[in-house]
């Protein structure tokens, strides 16, 4: 079965980082872009961050440039956003979702994680 | 920066009707838009890509269409569990931003 499983989130203070995760099953990982969207409690999705298949081409959000980074391990079927500097509006639910090889959009997407930035 | 703008941003309907859905980007996308569902508490899913292309598994009364700056969404007759928030996302420039989102419900 093709799926991301999401995790890492968590409570922490205006300031702090974390670093979330997102496991790949049932596809070949090494060959798929991947991006991180995020959602706001009771808002809509906001794209943070995409990285190509082989970590060539990264992009951000200018909302986050500057403190969150984006990484993939290929041999552990694995993607990852470490996110420092956290302020109150970075709470959201994080999700990884595969960019669609062959034609546009998000095909596969984890189940979210929550993050939660408060004192 | 490619901007996407969503109405309405409610729409009330009753289970059998037909669902418009209108996205609107800035600037020209040419056909690369796609539309998500979302449910509470469950993550997006991919209903169309490419415009008008349904996704592996979406059923046939979901339809896209348009291209450049104007897009629809259509739902030919709407089940129970189609009433959700729907979002268009344009793939044409970074950032691949998504619209605003607009949230069918029952009437």
């Known amino acids: 079965e093709v799926q991301l499983v999401d995790s890492g989130g968590g409570l922490v203070k205006p300031g702090g980082s974390l670093r979330l995760s997102c496991a790949a099953s049932?596809?070949?990982?090494?060959?798929?872009?991947m991006n991180w969207v995020r959602q706001a409690p009771g808002k809509g999705l906001e794209w943070v961050s995409s990285?190509?298949?082989?970590?060539?081409?990264?992009y951000y959000a200018d909302s986050v440039k500057g403190r969150f980074t984006i990484s993939r391990d290929n041999a552990k079927n694995s993607l990852y956003l470490q996110m420092n500097s956290l302020r109150a509006e970075d709470t959201a639910v994080y999700y990884c979702a595969r960019d669609a090889m062959t034609h546009d959009g998000f095909d596969i997407w984890g189940q979210g994680t929550m993050v939660t930035v408060s004192s | 920066e490619i901007v996407l703008t969503q109405s309405p941003a409610t729409l009330s309907l009753s289970p059998g009707d037909r669902a418009t859905l209108s996205c609107r980007a800035s600037q020209s996308v040419s056909s690369y838009l796609a539309w998500y569902q979302q449910k509470p508490g469950q993550a997006p899913r991919l209903l169309i890509y490419?415009?008008?292309n349904r996704a592996t598994g979406i059923p046939a009364r979901f339809s896209g269409s348009g291209s450049g700056t104007d897009f629809t969404l259509t739902i030919s007759s709407l089940e129970p569990e189609d009433f959700a928030v729907y979002y268009c996302?344009?793939?044409?420039?970074?950032?691949?931003?998504f619209g605003p989102g607009t949230k069918v419900d029952i009437k």
């Open positions: 996302q344009q793939r044409n420039n970074w950032p691949p931003r």
């Open positions: 490419d415009a008008s």
């Open positions: 049932g596809f070949t990982f090494s060959s798929y872009s």
């Open positions: 990285i190509s298949s082989s970590s060539s081409y990264i």
